[in-house]
């Protein structure tokens, strides 16, 4: 499955998981195990957009609905050049474990669009999001399938996609998507509950390995809204981030960053702000060597593979990305005796979070930052309670656990409703 390059296809990555996991979900029946490798829908769009020179452009756009047992169809929207149909299947998989394995009432989703945000207005990206909603309007919905941010979309993109899919119905519709701004019923502590959930699971897993997070020395590929957050958090509790990067590559400083100035000159698209950091500048590859006891992989998937997983030096790795771990990669930590806290339980915030926001949205509730960050707080400690259980049971790692847990969860949903007809 692994290519030369390390990285392999995410699908058949998705489909090895489910495979291997479910030898550990007992009394399973193989033929839903089987069901669960397919996907239940999957809308492909080829839409135009005005682009602001006056030319038309043609743009391809995913949504994969993976499974909806235990709920709705839930999951994010990304804009990157390589998304397709293969990456749009796996990451729609994971989603439907991560609801299971925190126990929220969603199914698995993913979309996005192939196009290059970075070289595109805002009023390019508007006229994509739009015409990309209307699209797929009839496919979402909140009881249907539920959007959200993922790589390069974020609070704006979503106000669109609600505004589109209102005009659509006649009246407003905040619940089609969460991860909205504040103004138009998004969740307050929905904007950062990724990259806090990553570091509260990370906080559980050094209580487990036996050391604190105080002092410890934290490595994060990613200066967006995961790795961005996370960072800020872990800053927040007295680690030393030593090390942030973006796709352009990274600050280390071994005695700690500045983190809200390394942030600030990850932002800065002229770059000229790094010189206010007193840090040097280093490679994602050097980066993801350095060594440290954290290793937050926060960018994209396939950063850890065979060729560089020999190399890392830390004593665990936290995935706030998805798939950022190539199953290779996976046996030679495993080998090796280092912790990983697998994406689908590491990054599981930000879902969360999204359902309490359309929780609200449905009920015209509104609740506290403090009563968000609680009950993420309470459901975080309960799932990694559950799957360290399973880890232990099983003599398996973490990501096998986990997995276990949640196909497990929703095999036994899909078995419960039966077929029909
Ligand atoms: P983002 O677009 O806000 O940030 C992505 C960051 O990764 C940026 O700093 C970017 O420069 C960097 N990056 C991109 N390509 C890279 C590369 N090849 N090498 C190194 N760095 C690179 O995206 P995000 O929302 O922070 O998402 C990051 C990851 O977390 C994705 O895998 C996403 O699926 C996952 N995730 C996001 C959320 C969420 O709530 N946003 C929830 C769960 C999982």
């Known amino acids: 499955m692994e290519e030369k390059s390390g990285k392999v296809n995410l699908a058949e990555m998705a489909i090895s998981q489910i495979e291997r996991a479910s030898q550990y979900v007992p009394d399973v029946d193989r033929g839903v195990v089987e069901k669960l490798k397919y996907t239940k829908r999957e809308i492909i769009v080829h839409f135009p957009a005005k682009m602001d020179d006056g030319s038309v452009r043609v743009f391809s756009g995913y949504r994969v609905q993976h499974n909806d047992a235990r709920g709705p169809f839930k999951g994010g929207l990304r804009y990157h050049p390589d998304v397709d149909l293969d990456e749009m299947r796996a990451l729609a998989m994971f989603m439907t474990w991560k609801a299971a394995v925190v126990s929220i009432p969603f199914g698995g989703a993913k979309g ?17 999001t739009r015409r990309f909603t209307w699209e797929i309007s009839p496919f979402i919905g909140p009881e249907v399938d539920i959007p959200a941010p993922d790589v390069a979309t974020n609070p704006q993109v979503m106000a669109w996609i609600m505004d589109t899919y209102s005009m659509h119905k006649g009246h407003s519709v905040p619940g089609v998507v969460t991860g909205k701004p504040l103004a138009i019923g998004g969740s307050l502590g929905r904007f950062d509950a990724t990259g806090r959930g990553v570091f509260t699971i990370a906080a559980k897993a050094a209580k487990h390995l036996g050391f604190s997070i105080a002092g410890s020395r934290v490595v994060i590929q990613g200066a967006g809204n995961v790795g961005g957050a996370a960072a800020r958090q872990f800053a927040g509790a007295e680690a030393r981030v030593i090390a942030i990067s973006d796709v352009k590559g990274g600050l280390y400083n071994p005695a700690g960053l500045d983190v809200e100035k390394a942030l600030e000159a990850k932002r800065d698209t002229d770059y000229g702000a790094i010189a206010n950091v007193e840090a040097d500048e280093i490679t994602n590859e050097e980066l993801l060597k350095l060594e ?77 930052e403090e009563e968000v960050r609680d009950r993420l707080n309470r459901i975080l400690s309960r799932a990694f309670q559950e799957v360290q259980a399973v880890a232990e049971r099983e003599h398996v790692g973490m990501r096998t656990a986990a ?14 409703r039966g077929f029909f007809p």
């Open 112 to 128: 996005g669009v192939g196009c290059d945000p970075g070289t595109m207005s805002q009023c390019e990206l508007e006229n994509v």
């Open 292 to 368: 440290c006891d954290i290793l937050v992989p926060a960018a994209i998937e396939n950063q850890i593979t065979a060729l560089n997983a020999p190399g890392l030096r830390c004593r665990m790795v936290v995935e706030g990305a998805n798939g950022p771990t190539t199953p290779e990669a996976d046996a030679i930590l495993c080998d090796r005796g280092i912790y990983l806290v697998p994406d689908i339980l590491a990054n599981a915030g930000g879902v969360i979070v999204s359902y309490f926001e359309w929780v609200q949205n449905l009920q015209e509730l509104l609740w506290t």
């Open 403 to 416: 997995l276990a847990l949640g196909i497990g969860r929703v095999a036994e949903a899909v078995r419960l």
